[in-house]
């Protein structure tokens, strides 16, 4: 996966959103998709992004907001 701009915004989204699927309506893809890019980015940082329930993000962990202050636009 390479990191650049379009690989990180549905990850911002999602950590705007606190959902999936709110940020996969936000970015106008499929929740898959924004799952899988929140997959590979946790492969490509060796680091759980996000703690997942089935009502969303309970709460981002510290590389996560890490990653998000400097993915954010």
């Known amino acids: 996966m390479k990191l650049d701009p379009v690989s990180l915004r549905p990850f911002v989204s999602v950590v ?6 709110a940020a996969a ?3 106008h893809i499929a ?3 924004v799952s899988k890019r929140l997959s590979e980015l946790e ?8 703690n997942r329930t ?4 309970r709460q981002p962990t510290p590389v ?3 990653c998000s ?3 954010a636009p």
């Not at 492969?43 to 996000?50: P, Q």
């Not at 089935?54 to 993000?57: A, V």
């Open 54 to 57: 089935n009502k969303g993000i």
């Open 43 to 50: 492969e490509l940082f060796d680091s759980k992004l996000l």
């Open 31 to 33: 929740a898959a998709a």
């Open 16 to 21: 705007e959103e606190g959902t999936i699927a």
């Open 64 to 66: 996560c907001l890490c």
């Open 69 to 71: 202050w400097l993915a």
């Open 25 to 27: 309506k936000r970015e």
